[in-house]
Structures are given as structure tokens and as C-alpha cells.
């Protein structure tokens, strides 16, 4: 049997929560249209006859000088040390350039086994082929497979894969498990995905979930009382939108969203406060980019 750690990183954009999602069965990362979604080190978890293997989805790598950008990537630098080998994946529908050589230079000096996921071939404007080249050039003699987060193509190639470079080990977590987060960190992550989502562009990156209260009430109902901070007081406005519509319609897909996780009804209690300046803040920063360890 075999069972280990494996990194997952990537570029912003590049398809690893959807991908990691795809594997695993299971909902585990957020998923957004706006880049650098993924904040922390999420765990999925997947059981099967030939072992286990815990998967550590990482912030998208990307270059920058602010300290929420640097934050991430050294989140990704830490998440690599902890891992037996790391799952690479490359959007084929982007040329790879200084920012994607930064990182295969990372992946390259880790000294560890390598599987890189030529991902989102599915896509017309896909180039798996120079990719692949790219690859041969950058990181050398490294297995690649194609796959789609979203048909699921080559799922099965890839983990066979990754068992192939792990070693041999005992079950690290029961069978049944998926994820290790704790239930306030996934509602919190699942409203911030609903409100990322219904945001204007710049906005995802300045807004982070507190959830303060997760308690079952009669009946079966799961009642979870949250708080959407922004670093501004014009945010406050976009969040709850005209007539607190937006509001409103966030709260309702994340009690959907919240209901499918947990299997049962929700009750969410959603506001919107202001944390002015909180992503310069270092107490909350660190809150933010917290590790599931």
C-alpha cells in the first residue's frame, strides 16, 4: 500500500482547486473566476485500494512585492517542504513565461518527485505540445500528463501517477475522511468563494470571513453566524449592493453551498464589516493565510 504527502502548485489561474476537487470527489478548495483565490494550505484527502494520498493545495505562485503575494508564496516554499512529491500543474491554454520559470526553477530545486498536470486541454486555445516542451527545457526528465479539471480527463493517469512516487506507508487518516479542516475554517471559505464570486474584479483580494458561531439547532439545522470584512468603507457598499441585494443573494448561495457540505438545512447569519487597511495589518494576516496544521 502506498500513502503520502503531495504537494500541489501551480501558477494563479492554473486550475488546482478545480483540479485537486476533480481527484479527490469531493469539494475541498474554493473556486473563483479572480486569481489567487486559495489563500491557505487546504488538505483533500483520497482513499483508494492502492493507498492514500493527502493532497496540500497551495496559493497560486505569483511574483510580486506586496506582502499578501509575498505571504503566499512562502506558504507554497513551506507546503513543498512538508510533501514526498509535488503535482505541478501547468494551464496548456497559457505560454509560460518569467513568472513560470520562477517556479519550475522552485519545483526543480526540491529535490523531490515530480508529476506535472498539463491542465485544461479540453480548451480550443490548449498547446499541450509546447508546454510539454517548455518542460523538457525548464525542468528536465519529469512525467507529464493531460488532463481537464473539468471532464475529468486523464484523472486516473494522473493518480496512478502519483502513487507510482510514493512510498510504501500505512493510511495516514480513515478511509472515509476527505478533508481534515475544521468545520468553521470550510464555512468560512465557502461564503468567501460566494462573495469573490459576485464581486467586481478587485475586490476578491480585499475581503477575507470570520465566522463566529457554528451551533445546531432543533430540527437538524446548522445555524452559522459570519462576518465579510473589507479593508474599505466604499467595499461595505459593493458587498451589500442595492437595496442589500447582493448581500442577500450571497448569504442565500452560501446556505446552498454550506447545506451540501454539512447535509443538512443551514441558517446563515451574514454581515458586512470594515477592517480598515486589514491586508497591511500583520495579526490579521497571519489569520488570513493561517496553515491547516
Excluded at 507510482?164 to 475522511?177: H, T
Excluded at 471559505?189 to 477575507?208: D, F, G
Aim: net charge neutral.
Amino acid at each position: 500500500m502506498k500513502s503520502g504527502v503531495v504537494a500541489v502548485v501551480g501558477r494563479p489561474s492554473a486550475g488546482k482547486s478545480s483540479l485537486m476537487n476533480a481527484v479527490c470527489g469531493h469539494k475541498i478548495s474554493i473556486v473563483a473566476s479572480a486569481p489567487q483565490t486559495t489563500r491557505n494550505t487546504i488538505r483533500g484527502i483520497l482513499t483508494t485500494d492502492d493507498g492514500q494520498i493527502v493532497f496540500l493545495d497551495t496559493p497560486g505562485f505569483h511574483r510580486s512585492n506586496r506582502e499578501f503575494n509575498i505571504r503566499m508564496r512562502d506558504l507554497v516554499g513551506a507546503t513543498v517542504r512538508e510533501a514526498e512529491c509535488i503535482l505541478y500543474i501547468i494551464d496548456a491554454t497559457r505560454a509560460p513565461g518569467a513568472e513560470e520559470a520562477m517556479l519550475g526553477e522552485m519545483v526543480a530545486a526540491a529535490n523531490l518527485p515530480v508529476v506535472i498536470a498539463v491542465n485544461k486541454i479540453d480548451l480550443p486555445e490548449a498547446r499541450p505540445n509546447a508546454i510539454e516542451a517548455w518542460v523538457a527545457t525548464q525542468i528536465g526528465s519529469t512525467l507529464t500528463v493531460r488532463v481537464s479539471a473539468l471532464t475529468r480527463a486523464g484523472i486516473g493517469e494522473l493518480v496512478a501517477a502519483l502513487y507510482e512516487r510514493l512510498p510504501e506507508g500505512e493510511l495516514m487518516y480513515p478511509s472515509e475522511f476527505y478533508t481534515d479542516q475544521e468545520p468553521e475554517f470550510r464555512a468560512a471559505e465557502i461564503i468567501r468563494e460566494q462573495a469573490v464570486n459576485r464581486t467586481r474584479e478587485e475586490l476578491p483580494h480585499s475581503l477575507y470571513v470570520e465566522v463566529h458561531d457554528m451551533e445546531k439547532r432543533p430540527h437538524d439545522a446548522l445555524w452559522v453566524r459570519a462576518d465579510i470584512l473589507v479593508e474599505k468603507e466604499s467595499q461595505k457598499g459593493i458587498v451589500v449592493g442595492k437595496g442589500g441585494n447582493l448581500i442577500k443573494e450571497i448569504r442565500l448561495s452560501a446556505q446552498k453551498e454550506l447545506a451540501d457540505v454539512f447535509e443538512r438545512r443551514v441558517e446563515l447569519d451574514l454581515r458586512v464589516k470594515l477592517n480598515h487597511n486589514w491586508t497591511k495589518k500583520d495579526a490579521v494576516l497571519r489569520r488570513v493565510f493561517r496553515s491547516t496544521q
